[in-house]
């Protein structure tokens, strides 16, 4: 079972949900794509950045980025 620990996006079909055990996810508009962000570590906080690309950071010191 995942935990969300954050979640952010730059409209109604771009928004990206990250927690536990390195889940992150994404929601196109229509439905929730699981993305395999290369961590298990718990993750804390996600950004989407304006010109493009989310990144995510947590535990461990784990920085991850997804063009």
Known sequence: MTSFYAIAG???D???????NG???HWDGAE???VLPGTKLH????WVHPT???WAVGSGGAI????
């Open 10 to 12: 730059s409209s109604t």
């Open 14 to 20: 771009d928004v990206w949900a990250a927690g536990t």
């Open 23 to 25: 889940n992150v996810y």
């Open 32 to 34: 929730w794509t699981d």
């Open 43 to 46: 993750l804390q906080e996600i």
């Open 52 to 54: 493009g690309g989310v």
């Open 64 to 67: 991850l980025h997804h063009p």
